[in-house]
């Protein structure tokens, strides 16, 4: 039954004397749409940062699809089917909302500096099967007529959702999103949340980071909840509910946003 | 007539020649955003091998290679580059303003070793005996001139058809991508140092290049030639023509150098004679301006970037490579 995509063992990580994260362990089942809830400072982004490469751990591993991938440079580990999007997106805001799908592929012929000369005819038939991708994936998450649109110029929302476009086009085997929820109006968080949940239901794996409790309990399953660098649950959602730790975590903690 | 007609022979060969300094100056900050603060090192590193290695032997420094003019000029362009890889990995680390101080002051380092080590490179004199390639057989007239500039011109163009395959090639993407944003950028899949590293290279390179043709221009180079003056001129026309847009650069070198000659045409002929002997910073206060106008009130520069360059959605979806 249990077959964990993502593991980690025992991750530190300190800032001076501040332990953000404080020996985690826990495990992401393959298939599942996870919730990592747990109020403010209670190390979700540190977390967050360490599974993606962004910080390197003091002490303790990760391991995905069985493999240690505990420093790898974000880079890399987008190569190893993970991808992420980012809290306040992070758009190429003078680049074309098609040419950033586009960017994603991995290893493209045209990609270093003599592809474009010595490899044209290549470069080009590849160019032509990455942009119908694109125009595919960009159709996928309702942004198919914007393709041409700054990137800068779309709204805040519309950005979460190519993100998750770009994220897609690395056919990743589990995405990471941090608070695709926040800031973002309810008719287009209800487009994105749709369309995570249609990945889902197709096998891609999810690890959402969330800081609105009614979100996480609504879409995840299971939850996984942290409070002053430690997990404090694990479990469903419905056991989550009815768990008064948590519940003292969330409501005895000051909530400022 | 033909004393109108040589003259602006002469202006658009410099024109050209810092034109395609703006074209490698573009690649570095218009497409990648890359704050080259040390232009003229590069430009200099091309100007004094090419003459280095295609000249005569000179008593004192090093000289005397006599190579064939496209190989010295080749070797002109690798000097830059690899200065540029070495300057590279030791600063691409550093963001915007650091990068742009840092390399500043490798060209201020890089004055001074010319100005002072004279075993090198002539020292103040510089370096000279250098002998224009088909000059010998075509002599010193307007015609020779003339081939000069076509030469010159054919290479501009040429820079420029590579540039822009370069840009709108799944590469270009990747510089911009870079540009925008590394974290986004390595977050799917790429390398923010590697591409860094080869575009400060290959836009180095370039500035080699323009140096090389500089220095062969006046078969002559000289620490003078290398003062952060050249570095501030070939970011101004960059700026106003508009970065991330090979054209506006190439225009932008015309322009600025267009009225860099005619203010100091202007300020000779018309100022009062003890002005005059400050023209030159008259001109200095005039480009600062310009500078600071453009940033001020239209900072895309004259002709600004285009947004879609490497491939368009579904309307134009038979179109191939623009």
Known sequence: ?257 | MIGIFSYLIFFATTASILAIAVLGLNLQWGNTGLFNGGVVAFFGAGAYATLILGGTAQAGHLGGFGLFYPLALLGGMAAAGLMAWIVGLLTLRLRHDYLAIATFGVAVAFENLMRNAEWLAGGAKGVRGFERPLRAALGDGFAYNLLFFAGVLLILIATYLFLERLVASPFGRLLRAIREDEAAAASLGKSPSKVRLTAFVTGSVILGLAGGLYGTFYAFVSPQDVLPTLTFQIWAMLIVGGAGNNRGAIFGAFLIWGAWTLSGWALSRFAPVDVQLYTGSFQFILIGSVIVGMLMWRPQGLLPERLVVSQRGKPQSTQQGE
């Open chain 1, 1 to 257: 039954m249990a077959d964990p995509i993502l593991v980690t063992q025992g991750l530190c990580r300190s800032f001076g004397n501040f332990k953000a994260v404080d020996d985690v362990s826990l495990a992401v089942q393959r298939g599942s749409m996870t919730g990592l809830i747990g109020p403010n400072g209670a190390g979700k982004s540190t977390l967050f940062n360490l599974l993606t490469g962004a910080l390197k751990p003091d002490v303790g591993a990760v391991q995905l699809d069985g493999q240690d991938i505990t420093g790898l440079s974000p880079n890399k580990l987008f190569a190893r089917g993970l991808g992420r999007t980012f809290q306040i997106p992070r758009p190429f805001a003078r680049m074309s909302v098609l040419e950033n799908v586009m960017l994603a592929p991995m290893g493209q012929v045209g990609e270093t500096i003599t592809g474009p000369f010595l490899f044209r005819g290549r470069m080009q038939a590849e160019e032509s099967r990455i942009r119908d991708k694109a125009l595919d994936v960009l159709d996928f998450v309702t942004l198919g007529a914007l393709a041409d649109h700054p990137a800068g110029q779309i709204s805040g929302g519309q950005m979460k959702l190519l993100e998750l476009a770009r994220v897609l086009m690395g056919d990743p085997q589990l995405i990471l999103l941090d608070e695709p929820a926040a800031g973002v109006n309810p008719v287009l968080t209800a487009t994105l949340i749709g369309k995570i949940e249609e990945l889902n239901r197709q096998g891609t794996t999810f690890v959402i980071i969330e800081h609105d409790m009614d979100f996480v309990m609504q879409h995840c399953d299971p939850v996984i909840a942290l409070a002053e660098g430690r997990v404090i649950f694990e479990g469903t959602s419905a056991e989550a509910l009815a768990n008064p730790t948590l519940l003292d975590a969330y409501l005895g903690a000051p909530m400022d946003g």
